[in-house]
């Protein structure tokens, strides 16, 4: 795992949009796994930036992104399709039809997990897979279990992230209590991952989960084991890792 430490959110937007757009550069037909959430908003309009320079073309990338809430409609103006139509589809030259989240609104949960790993099954591979960290660990919906759960299924949210994504909502209340999220084997086959870590919010969880152990309890701590994972976070998140390496770059076992 290769951690990059940066100074601040604008820097980390502006590293993980480079990293994104060199692939598409260098891919032009690349899959992308895509993230919701605050901390990619800064990747998201940086991309949109590069786009609208010329520097990058979107016209033949594909995404499918990690989750989305049980119940919204894809039109719901909390639901994560609507997110990414706001914040980067209708923005760039993505074709619409090469874009997929899990469908909130089918109402058989097990049909619609069966046919987002169907979706994710059509690509050869995701070639860079986006992560945000959850305050309890979690990355797509993958909370804290007992267990990895291999593929698509659908959660129960836990009551942090409950409140924390409640900062999106008029209400508490309206926070939908179910998701549909990509499991962590399918995240784990992405050529390359790359996670941003952004405030001090999320100082103690990174700490978990980039000195501690291997362990379902912090789901984003699978990552250790993947041969092919960046993590960028600023200084205010990396705060509780004194025990790390201060260089801008360093690499953990
Ligand atoms: P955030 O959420 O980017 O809004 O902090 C991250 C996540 O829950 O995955």
């Known amino acids: 795992m290769r951690v990059i430490r940066v100074s601040d959110y604008e820097e ?22 895509l993230a919701t959430g605050g901390t990619p908003l800064g990747t998201y309009r940086d991309l949109i930036r590069l786009y609208r320079e010329g520097r990058i073309d979107f016209s033949q990338v ?32 993505i074709d619409p039809a090469h874009t997929f989240v899990p469908d909130g609104c089918e109402s058989d949960p097990a049909s619609a997990c069966s046919k987002y790993d169907a979706i994710i099954d059509r690509f050869p591979l995701i070639d860079l897979q986006l992560l945000g960290l959850g305050g309890d660990g979690h990355i797509g919906f993958n909370e804290p279990s007992d267990c990895f759960i291999r593929r698509t299924h659908c959660v129960t949210l ?62 984003a701590s699978v990552l250790h084991l993947h041969r092919n994972c960046t993590v960028i976070a600023d200084e205010d998140a990396l705060q509780c890792c004194d025990r790390l390496c201060k260089d801008s770059q360093f690499i953990l076992p």
Do not use: W
């Open 12 to 33: 980390l937007s502006l590293r993980s949009a480079d990293l994104i757009a060199s692939l598409i550069i260098l891919k032009p037909d690349c899959v992308l796994g």
């Open 62 to 93: 594909s995404s499918v992104n990690l989750d989305e809430y049980r119940g919204l409609k894809p039109n719901d103006p909390h639901s994560y399709r609507y997110f990414m139509d706001q914040n980067l589809f209708q923005n760039i030259n």
């Open 158 to 219: 836990k009551e942090e992230t409950i409140r924390a994504n409640s900062r999106f909502f008029q209400d508490k209340a309206e926070v939908p209590h179910q998701a549909y999220t990509m499991g962590i084997a399918d995240i784990m086959k992405a050529s390359r991952i790359l996670m941003i870590v952004s405030g001090s919010s999320k100082a103690a969880i990174l700490r978990q989960v980039l000195e501690g152990p291997v362990t379902p309890a912090v789901p």
